[in-house]
């Protein structure tokens, strides 16, 4: 079965720019939750999708946003970049949930602001 | 609002010896889940282990084992015989009883684990 996979792997942008970030799950997969990490604020949660719908949301601006396909292939998408935004973007999957199952993540999408 | 302290920023060890990564949590919450995650160079994040509040019986996985203290709201983590595969950020979560509406992950600071050969 093919792991969670995430593109692009980097990405490089100009300030005021956005971006968008695709990651497919885990075949059968319906939870999508992505996180933000950066050396100086590590891991942070960011939404989580389920079956089309945003289920859970962290303290993030609303510059942050994301979807869901009815495949479960989610997007997420950061609108006017600002230099802290740069940071490793991680996508995970689970079945139902991270506190019933096993939490799979993707290799993750390297953003840089410039 | 919950915290995760790892106090650890960085360990070393031998091959085959043993290590604990500590951590530490504040949470006025009764119910919760616990988690281990490894992130290994430059690869994927993996869950190590989990542990839920409610079960008295430490985790294990393999070589790897919880000391959970409720009362002390400590998690550790021990690795024994260490292997070179081992090298990775360790990571500490939590997380409250949660409806599936309703939950987040909580994530520690990291620590930086080096097996040595």
């Known amino acids: 079965k093919a792991g969670v996979t995430q593109t692009p792997r980097y990405l490089i942008k100009t300030r005021g720019q956005q971006v968008t970030l695709s990651c497919s799950p885990i075949?059968?997969?319906?939870?999508v939750s992505w996180y933000q990490q950066t050396p100086g604020q590590g891991l942070q949660f960011l939404f989580e999708?389920?079956?089309?719908?945003?289920?859970n949301k962290g303290n993030f601006p609303g510059r942050f946003s994301g979807r869901q396909f009815s495949n479960s292939r989610s997007e997420m998408n950061v609108s006017t970049l600002e230099l802290g935004d740069s940071a490793l973007y991680l996508c995970?999957?689970?079945?139902?949930?991270?506190?019933?199952?096993?939490?799979?993540f993707g290799p993750g999408t390297r953003l840089t602001v410039l | 609002a919950q915290t995760v302290t790892q106090s650890q920023p960085e360990m070393s060890v031998q091959e085959a010896e043993t290590v604990t990564l500590s951590c530490t949590y504040d949470?006025?919450?009764?119910?919760?889940?616990l988690f281990w995650y490894k992130q290994p160079p430059s690869r994927q994040m993996i869950l190590v282990i989990r542990?839920?509040?409610?079960k008295q019986q430490n985790a294990t996985e393999n070589r790897f084992s919880v000391n959970f203290q409720k009362a002390a709201k400590s998690f550790s983590l021990k690795i024994s015989d260490s292997q070179l595969g081992d090298t990775a950020m360790y990571f500490c979560?939590?997380?409250?009883?949660?409806?599936?509406?309703?939950?987040?992950?909580?994530w520690g600071a990291g620590t930086k684990l080096i097996i040595k050969p």
């Open positions: 995970a999957s689970s079945f139902l949930a991270v506190f019933t199952d096993t939490q799979y």
């Open positions: 075949s059968g997969h319906r939870s």
């Open positions: 999708y389920f079956s089309e719908t945003q289920r």
């Open positions: 949470t006025s919450e009764s119910n919760y889940y």
């Open positions: 542990q839920e509040a409610y």
């Open positions: 979560a939590f997380m409250k009883h949660a409806t599936y509406s309703n939950y987040q992950l909580i």
